[in-house]
């Protein structure tokens, strides 16, 4: 695994064998990033990295200059690595050990960016689950941007606040914005119909 940009790029970084993780590929992260390129200038940036894993994103975004950033698993050896791997570089990312939808519950911050990863086996309820959270919670900024990686075989485009897609390999991102359906609904309210 390596940083593919900013100040650490072309740094390696290797996590212990057995962690319960699937890591975004070099392909699909570099992607991603220019995707968030044209929208975001990533100094200074709230991130929230989600079912976070190695930390491979929170790095990605600690390497390009945002700050701060939280990344939570629910797996402690997840956790523990994020920690040792930050103080090395030092970045200024807080990792917790949490269940992902406790923390939704409780969480009361706002970010820039979100970015979830949860396991591909999930149902597509619980994928939509977290994208409800999020918004219900209030956790985006409102010019702030959520991406969910996730397989083929999940749906997102039908929910509140989905803005579009891009599909690398096996892996598609699908990115919510709070103003998405405002745009929507202030055409259709021009055309004389009700929300």
């Known amino acids: 695994m390596r940083i593919i940009s900013g100040k650490f790029k072309g740094r390696r970084i290797s ?8 890591p975004t590929t070099d392909m699909s992260k570099e992607a991603l990033f220019n995707v968030l390129n044209n929208h975001f200038s990533f100094e200074g940036l709230k991130v929230l990295d989600l079912f976070a894993g190695t930390g491979n994103i929170s790095y990605e975004f600690a390497s390009r200059g945002s700050t701060p950033i939280t990344s939570v698993d629910g797996d402690f050896g997840c956790v523990k690595f994020i920690k040792k791997t930050a103080e090395e570089f030092d970045f200024n990312i807080a990792a917790l050990k949490s269940d992902i939808f406790k923390f939704l519950e409780r969480n009361n911050a706002t970010y820039d960016i979100i970015f979830a990863d949860p396991p591909y086996n999930f149902d597509q309820a619980t994928f939509e689950k977290i994208v409800s959270l999020i918004f219900e919670r209030n956790s985006l900024n409102g010019d702030g941007m959520m991406v969910i990686e996730h397989s083929k075989y999940t749906k997102l485009d ?13 892996s598609i991102f699908s990115f919510f914005e709070l103003n998405q359906n405002d745009e929507v609904r202030e055409v259709l309210d ?6």
């Open 158 to 170: 039908h929910m509140m606040h989905f803005s579009f897609k891009k599909s690398y390999g096996g």
């Open 15 to 22: 996590p212990p064998k057995g962690l319960p993780v699937r």
């Open 190 to 195: 021009e055309d004389g119909e009700e929300e």
